[in-house]
């Protein structure tokens, strides 16, 4: 089982975390995973039908469900039916990772030890969380803030003012002046005249060669991660919120917005100010014209715009004078 580096689990068991209901067997070392990540040690959930196909293939132990969509998990996979599975699932996570759904405070930061980092570069009044990794070659812009566990490669820049946590980020990546990534996502479940907040788990990842501009925030995973490509640019003040996958040599200008969980293929590329729905797959070598409301699944190779985006054609003849 991979162990979650950014956050603290508690040793409870399954029957300790759902005590109202009868289940089977009781297991103690577990944890909770998407349905195509989970293991025979972990439970899952499974809350849509567009995330049937994932749960037909599932490994987990158990899942969280409804009555509804019980039938498609496998045989061998322990049902846990409930009524609300986003809320039951938001009760798990904060029983089994308490500190998950507030970003406290890094009480451990402190000026960084130069014996610990002898081939980077720190500008003023840097601050560097424990356990902390950074490449040889890499350069943290004065102000900014690495918080504990966060790995960074070789050969990177992280501009003025930046505050990461919660990530993992590869060689030759460029971050540019005050990005925040790896905070907690917007997430809560209405119940009961309150909001519960959605812990979240997760963490982001940011492979090779990307490039960020000023301004942008990417919000770590809730149960998933959130995944930035090789070789991807964001432009400045891009958002991305938890879950989102975007690929590999994308192309993303200024302002544009993605809910969560949607996923980005290949070269895409995405003009200013568009913004894409979530739970949504858009395919490879797609093109959304700047202002663009992304609002349903996009296959390869389409160029679309408009709101609701709409295939190149149709837009032009839908608003030809």
């Given at each position: 089982?991979?162990?979650?580096?950014?956050?603290?689990?508690?040793?409870?068991?399954?029957?300790?975390?759902?005590?109202?209901?009868?289940?089977?067997?009781?297991?103690?070392?577990?944890?909770?995973?998407?349905?195509?990540?989970?293991?025979?040690?972990?439970i899952t959930f499974l809350d849509s039908f567009g995330y049937k196909n994932f749960a037909q293939k599932t490994k987990a132990f158990a899942c969280i469900t409804s009555k509804k969509l019980e039938k498609?998990?496998?045989?061998?996979?322990?049902?846990?039916?409930?009524?609300?599975?986003?809320?039951?699932?938001?009760?798990?996570?904060?029983?089994?990772?308490?500190?998950?759904?507030?970003?406290?405070?890094?009480?451990?930061?402190?000026?960084?030890?130069?014996?610990?980092?002898?081939?980077?570069?720190?500008?003023?009044?840097?601050?560097?969380?424990?356990?902390?990794?950074?490449?040889?070659?890499?350069?943290?812009?004065?102000?900014?803030?690495?918080?504990?566990?966060?790995?960074?490669?070789?050969?990177?820049?992280?501009?003025?003012?930046?505050?990461?946590?919660?990530?993992?980020?590869?060689?030759?990546?460029?971050?540019?002046?005050?990005?925040?990534?790896?905070?907690?996502?917007?997430?809560?479940?209405?119940?009961?005249?309150?909001?519960?907040?959605?812990?979240?788990?997760?963490?982001?990842?940011?492979?090779?060669?990307v490039e960020i501009a000023s301004g942008c925030t990417i919000d770590r995973g809730s149960v998933d991660d959130t995944i930035i490509g090789e070789n991807t640019y964001l432009d400045n003040q891009v958002?991305?919120?938890?879950?989102?996958?975007?690929?590999?040599?994308?192309?993303?200008?200024?302002?544009?917005?993605?809910?969560?969980?949607?996923?980005?293929?290949?070269?895409?590329?995405?003009?200013?100010q568009a913004g894409v729905s979530g739970h949504l797959e858009i395919g490879n070598n797609v093109q959304i014209g700047g202002g663009s409301g992304v609002v349903k699944n996009i296959k390869d190779n389409?160029?679309?715009?408009?709101?609701?985006?709409?295939?190149?054609?149709?837009?032009?003849?839908?608003?030809?004078?």
């Amino acid at each position: 089982m991979e162990k979650n580096i950014f956050f603290k689990k508690k040793n409870i068991s399954l029957n300790q975390l759902f005590p109202k209901l009868n289940l089977k067997k009781n297991i103690k070392y577990f944890d909770i995973k998407p349905l195509n990540k989970a293991s025979k040690n972990d439970i899952t959930f499974l809350d849509s039908f567009g995330y049937k196909n994932f749960a037909q293939k599932t490994k987990a132990f158990a899942c969280i469900t409804s009555k509804k969509l019980e039938k498609f998990l496998p045989s061998s996979t322990e049902r846990i039916i409930v009524e609300n599975v986003l809320y039951e699932l938001a009760i798990a996570l904060k029983k089994l990772y308490p500190d998950s759904d507030i970003d406290y405070n890094d009480v451990s930061l402190a000026s960084p030890k130069r014996k610990s980092f002898k081939n980077v570069i720190f500008g003023n009044n840097v601050l560097i969380g424990r356990s902390v990794k950074i490449g040889k070659n890499s350069k943290i812009g004065a102000n900014s803030i690495i918080e504990s566990n966060v790995k960074i490669g070789k050969n990177c820049v992280i501009g003025y003012g930046s505050i990461i946590r919660k990530s993992v980020i590869g060689d030759n990546v460029v971050i540019q002046d005050n990005c925040k990534i790896g905070q907690k996502g917007f997430g809560f479940i209405p119940v009961k005249g309150k909001n519960f907040k959605f812990p979240h788990i997760g963490k982001v990842i940011i492979n090779d060669n990307v490039e960020i501009a000023s301004g942008c925030t990417i919000d770590r995973g809730s149960v998933d991660d959130t995944i930035i490509g090789e070789n991807t640019y964001l432009d400045n003040q891009v958002h991305i919120a938890h879950n989102v996958q975007i690929g590999l040599n994308c192309m993303i200008a200024g302002q544009v917005g993605f809910a969560g969980s949607s996923k980005i293929g290949n070269y895409v590329k995405i003009g200013g100010q568009a913004g894409v729905s979530g739970h949504l797959e858009i395919g490879n070598n797609v093109q959304i014209g700047g202002g663009s409301g992304v609002v349903k699944n996009i296959k390869d190779n389409q160029v679309v715009m408009g709101y609701p985006a709409l295939p190149i054609r149709e837009f032009l003849k839908k608003n030809r004078s």
